[in-house]
């Protein structure tokens, strides 16, 4: 007969041995993260004139990125990404400024821009500089350079764009929902949902949407800039769901309405909807490992991971509050 003790030494076992499992995950993509990098190291040993580089990796996951250091010099470093949307944003003042760009020996694209000394915003620091922000996010959406580089799409209307973002949801979903038999009725009765109402959308007139435009997305530098980054989900889209994201996660709901004016859009019932039940579909989409990348996953805190998602779907505000 198994008893308790064989049950709490078996757990013991299970545990150490996801423990183990999950520090090997984590190796190999550190691996992964750094697997371009002596291509790096030569490039820049080409084109900057200085032999001795430190490469250093930012903390987080994304795409492969470095922190390079030579000769007193600091820069940061993107490989394997489209560097147009940056290059657009550039020029329009929204990103810092790109130093060189070109191709790797190995074949993928490299990008450096200079090191800008600052910090991620808190709550706070959005709603202290509303202004601004809503500017900056006016001044992407409707950049005509930026909107350029990005694909083509055969609608500008809101419904398809919402419905576009739920298929690349779904196509995400059904790699992972095996893994969360407890939850998956619910994500999928989700799901139904969310595309009901999406379907039900009007209006038209996609803008170049950031589409990530989280507070890890944009630098608040030392000398009073304010720069939006990190461009890979950017895409035309609907502007809702960049607002949706924005202002549920850092502003209160009496700032609202001044930030939508500033940012040239309406405070009306059909907006707010828009903006809801986008950000309920990037907060489901933002629990799963994005395509390219080296996010980790942990099947264990998925269901903590939904606590946003169940929250939105509810019309409820973050539960984090603001003004931090």
Same mark, same amino acid.
């Not at 609202?256 to 940012?263: K, P």
């Given at each position: ?145 930026? +909107? !350029?580089?990005? &694909? ?6 809101? %419904?398809?764009?919402?419905?576009? $973002?739920? =298929?690349? /949801? ?91 004016? +500033? !940012?040239?859009? &309406? ?6 909807? %828009?903006?809801?039940?986008?950000? $309920?579909? =990037?907060? /489901? ?40």
């Amino acid at each position: 007969m198994t008893n308790r003790k064989d049950f709490t030494t078996l757990a013991a076992h299970e545990t150490t041995q996801s423990l183990i499992a999950n520090l090997l995950d984590e190796r190999e993509s550190m691996l992964q993260r750094q697997k371009h990098q002596e291509d790096v190291r030569r490039y820049l040993q080409q084109h900057f004139r200085i032999r001795d580089w430190g490469l250093s990796l930012p903390r987080g996951s994304g795409m492969e990125t470095y922190f390079a250091q030579g000769d007193g010099q600091k820069y940061f470093i993107k490989v394997g990404v489209a560097v147009e949307p940056y290059s657009a944003m550039a020029e329009a003042g929204l990103t810092p400024p790109i130093i060189a760009q070109g191709e790797l020996e190995g074949g993928p694209s490299i990008m450096i821009q200079p090191f800008i000394e600052g910090r991620k915003p808190s709550s706070k620091d959005f709603c202290d500089q509303l202004e601004k922000v809503a500017a900056i996010v006016h001044k992407m959406h409707h950049d005509s350079e930026t +909107r !350029a580089k990005l &694909p083509s799409t055969s609608s500008n209307d809101f %419904r398809y764009a919402g419905l576009r $973002a739920l =298929h690349r /949801l779904l196509a995400k979903w059904e790699r992972y929902k095996t893994h969360f038999p407890t939850i998956a009725n619910f994500v999928d009765r989700s799901i139904d949902r969310l595309s009901e109402q999406v379907s039900l959308f009007s209006g038209e007139g996609l803008v170049a949407s950031h589409n990530d435009i989280c507070n890890a997305n944009w630098l608040f530098a030392s000398d009073g800039k304010i720069y939006i980054v990190d461009f890979e989900s950017m895409s035309l889209d609907d502007p809702a769901a960049d607002l949706g994201a924005l202002l549920w996660w850092y502003y209160p709901p009496d700032l609202r309405q001044r930030f939508l004016e +500033r !940012a040239g859009y &309406p405070y009306d019932d059909e907006f707010k909807l %828009r903006m809801r039940l986008r950000m $309920a579909i =990037h907060c /489901l989409s933002i629990t799963l490992p994005r395509d390219g990348s080296f996010d980790q996953f942990n099947p264990e805190r998925f269901g903590e991971s939904l606590r946003d998602f169940g929250a939105v779907l509810d019309g409820k505000e973050n539960p984090e509050g603001y003004i931090k």
